[in-house]
């Protein structure tokens, strides 16, 4: 038995432009390998994504759950109530990481060109 699962291909910061072009580049491979037909089942896009910090319901019933700014001078606020939060503004943005899934093959391939 021999265990041969696909594998992601990391995308980065490409354009939209050349995710295509890999995409293709990586079915034109993978027809090679498994045959025509059946190549576009051996090739997705996955885009997960992450939030780095989300607000909280901080209402009496869960006070806890958010990061409380307290001192300089100031009344306590939760982190996300701070107007000139630069940090809460940046990991409130959502940031994607595009790959492609393909064989493992057709991976070291797209990585050698």
Not at 17 to 32: G, S
Not at 39 to 63: H, Q
Not at 80 to 87: A, G, K, L, R
């Amino acid at each position: 038995m021999r265990r041969d699962l696909l594998k992601a291909y990391d995308l980065g910061e490409m354009s939209y432009v050349k995710w295509t072009d890999q995409k293709d580049k990586a079915l034109e491979l993978t027809a090679k390998i498994v045959g025509h037909e059946i190549a576009p089942y051996y090739v997705a896009l996955d885009e997960p994504s992450r939030t780095s910090y989300k607000g909280y319901d901080f209402n009496p019933d869960s006070p806890d759950e958010s990061i409380w700014l307290t001192g300089a001078g100031k009344r306590d606020r939760p982190l996300e109530d701070d107007p000139d939060s630069v940090i809460v503004k940046a990991l409130r943005g959502k940031t994607y990481f595009p790959r492609l899934i393909v064989l493992s093959d057709v991976r070291e391939k797209l990585i050698e060109s």
